[in-house]
């Protein structure tokens, strides 16, 4: 999945899971964390591969086992804290990003690109970028048109759920 429709994803995911369990919306900080959370795993393993530490893109952070390590030190930092729901959220955002990235692969039968998952028992072969789904009146329909959709449709969910987290981003840019 394109780096930026992870977070929308994350996004979606977390509005999901507070309307699921709490009836309401999401609020502030909660899904600003969640919608990090879901880049994180980007963040991580990109640079570990460009500076050459790893083979390719998808490897310490898109682990299960990173996946495990990250989520459960987060969440133990966040209860200490009193903030369990940040704990929360940050889990529901990097397994947002975990999820979204497995689908392209199965569909396009690409299965041995799923190996970031199990990573280092499994070896992770470099990612062949988007992916041929099928074809609808002689045109190619890729994943980067159903990621379209799911971003589109993500922003359409945020902006009336009246973009919760942009005023406590504002607020953190203030303070600084």
Known sequence: MQPIVHPVVGYLCYA???R???????RGEPTVVAV???????L????LWLVGITPVGRTV???????????GVIGVLARQHGRPDLGIAFAIGYVSHLVADIPWHVLAGD???????????????AYSGVKVIGTVWGVEVTTL????MIFVIGLLVWWFDDRPGLG?????VRDR
């Open 16 to 18: 999901g899971y507070t």
């Open 20 to 26: 699921t369990r709490h009836g309401t919306r999401p």
């Open 36 to 42: 990090f959370a879901a880049i994180v795993p980007d």
């Open 44 to 47: 991580i393993d990109q640079p």
């Open 61 to 71: 952070a898109h682990s299960l086992f990173g996946a495990i390590l990250f989520v």
């Open 111 to 125: 299965y041995d690109e799923l190996g970031f998952l199990l990573w280092p028992v499994t070896e992770m072969p």
């Open 145 to 148: 048109w159903f990621e379209g």
């Open 168 to 172: 406590v981003s504002r607020q953190y």
